[in-house]
């Protein structure tokens, strides 16, 4: 490997040409980690939620409209886990790092909004989704009947309220 050179591989695109295009790529969400969650709360028959709903701030991942809670499903990376402490990705680290201080913010000021409005929220990490070990603390927090019994996956894991 000594005397190689390396090259810088360049973009074919200028910087605005790719802005423009990325601009154009939208999100499809955290699917995978939300129908995991949506799966255990069928499992556990926990109804009455509502998914996305636009009138409630931050849009949570699940809504339960009776006992005014919110439920976020959110990324390990995109949302700072404090357990997986994900690294940032070695480009453009000053981008990525004020990108997810921005993310941490919203979150604190989607919190501040929800108290205030009466509403109750947990957060499940992605690591967390499909085992349900969050579940007992989700029950307990929409005060279902004590009748339901847990059944289903439950497994290590964690969960965060707000």
């Not at 480009?91 to 604190?108: G, I, P, T």
Request: net charge positive; proline share 7%.
């Amino acid at each position: 490997m000594a005397g190689r050179v390396i090259r810088e591989r360049r973009d074919p695109l200028t910087k605005a040409e790719r802005s423009e295009l990325m601009s154009k790529v939208r999100s499809r969400g955290n699917r995978s980690t939300e129908m995991a969650v949506e799966s255990v709360l069928l499992a556990l028959d926990i109804r009455g939620w509502v998914k996305h709903p636009n009138d409630i701030p931050g849009h949570p991942d699940f809504y339960f409209p009776r006992p005014q809670f919110a439920v976020f499903v959110d990324g390990c990376f995109w949302h700072s886990c404090p357990k997986c402490a994900r690294n940032l990705p070695g480009s453009k680290r000053h981008f990525w790092a004020s990108k997810l201080e921005e993310n941490r913010r919203r979150d604190r000021r989607v919190r501040s909004q929800l108290r205030r409005l009466g509403v109750r929220a947990m957060r499940i990490w992605e690591h967390s989704a499909a085992t349900g070990s969050w579940s007992p603390r989700l029950m307990r927090m929409i005060d279902l009947s004590s009748s339901k019994r847990l059944s289903g996956p439950i497994g290590p894991g964690t969960y965060s309220a707000y």
